[in-house]
């Protein structure tokens, strides 16, 4: 579903080095969207003193200290989500129905947070929209 390009930036050929990772996988006739749609990560970037992509849509990083790290994530969540068709969203079920049940089959469960003063939790989900179409049919509350 997505490509991510990490490369050491520190590298003297670093340049070369992604030319010919591009050069691969044009060659490897992948669709076009993954190309396109392609994250591109600078690692080690705590080697090089106040270091800015200047390439756009880069994501600096540094693996070894963390930094960078949480947006990387986001990055690559949004676009997973975009390139499957799927969203993230929160719904209240109640627990003595089979919503609970229904999602675990249909959906990604996430997290659960029970509320035990009124037999309800927050369930977040990663959905799609055809299952998510399904659930409002056959929980309309």
Known sequence: DLIVHVRDITHPETT????????VLKNLNLPSHLLDSMVEVHNKVDLIERYKPTEENALAVSALHGNGLEKLKEEIEKK??????????????????????WLYKEATVQEVEVMPEDGTARVKVIIGNSAFGRYKNLFPN
């Open 80 to 101: 997973i989500l975009t390139a499957t068709g799927k969203k993230i969203l929160t719904v209240n079920v109640n627990l003595e129905g089979p919503q609970l049940s």
């Open 16 to 23: 070369l080095q992604k030319a010919t990772v591009l050069s």
